[in-house]
């Protein structure tokens, strides 16, 4: 069961294959057969356009990474709620209830 | 020329947007402009109502735009094509915003740090601003009109805006 654990990653790899497969498999067309690549992209966004953007979205989705692994790691090291704590969803009576002890204010 | 009830397929398709795309105004209106209103809200109790307000159906007013978006490329692909090159910078710090709005609003209650609430009611807040601003940037463009080019791309430099 231990060697399982592992297991989690295989489905991310397969994903990740699967896309790199589709995405350079097509390659030079965008719609295979019909439309090229260098027929298909923009005129008017610049090389340095993407590459900010590229650069953006790779820092959102690292930071994102991290507070995910993050708040991922608490809730398993936690384990399972109670009885009483079945609904984790932040409902307003919810916040009532638990924020003179738990929100430090 | 096809048509259906009467209507040519264009006028049906900017019916079907322009419907989309006011629906996705007035509905995503709300929240964003719940959003904006966030940081203005000195009482924690009453940033948790506003919250508890869009919480249900921000994602789903959304979809209006996803759709309305859709509708465009199925459309009026040219169109499609063509705005979302021009406004490439402001389609991608909108997606930008779209994204940190969404995980603000899930991140927020997560931990119970003053600082970490803090910090998420700032970007929610913040985001809820900006995604109507650029909305503004882009159909502001959209309605003035662009140097649109026989090569169906824009003319000139990309920043006109």
């Known amino acids: 069961m231990r060697a399982f654990v592992f297991a989690v990653f295989l489905p991310q790899l397969a994903n990740q294959f699967g896309w790199y497969t589709a995405e350079m498999g097509r390659q030079p067309w965008v719609v295979y057969g019909l439309l090229r690549t260098s027929e298909a992209f923009s005129q008017v966004v610049t090389a340095g356009q993407i590459v900010f953007s590229l650069i953006l979205f790779t820092l959102i989705y690292a930071l994102l990474l991290v507070l995910f692994l993050y708040l991922l790691n608490k809730k398993i090291v936690h384990g399972p709620y109670d009885e009483d704590h079945t609904s984790h969803s932040p409902t307003l009576e919810g916040w009532q209830k638990h924020s003179n002890k738990k929100i430090k204010r | ?161």
Do not use: C
């Open chain 2, 1 to 161: 020329m096809e048509t259906f009830l009467g209507i040519d397929y264009p006028t049906l398709w900017f019916l079907v947007i322009g419907g989309l795309f006011s629906g996705y105004g007035i509905l995503d209106g709300f929240d964003l402009g719940a959003g904006a209103w966030h940081l203005f809200l000195r009482k924690e109790e009453s940033r948790r109502i506003a919250l508890n307000a869009v919480g249900p159906v921000w994602d789903g007013n959304e979809v209006w735009l996803v759709i309305g978006g859709g509708a465009l490329f199925a459309g009026f692909p040219i169109v499609y094509a063509s705005v979302l090159s021009a406004m490439y910078i402001p389609f991608i710090l909108f997606l930008v915003f779209l994204i940190f709005r969404a995980v603000s609003i899930e991140f927020r209650s997560k931990e119970p740090m003053l600082w970490w609430r803090k910090m998420w009611d700032i970007s929610y807040s913040v985001s809820s601003i900006m995604l109507a601003v650029l909305l503004g940037v882009v159909l502001g463009n959209v309605l003035q009109g662009m140097p649109i080019g026989k090569n169906t791309e824009l003319e000139g430099a990309g920043w006109r805006f």
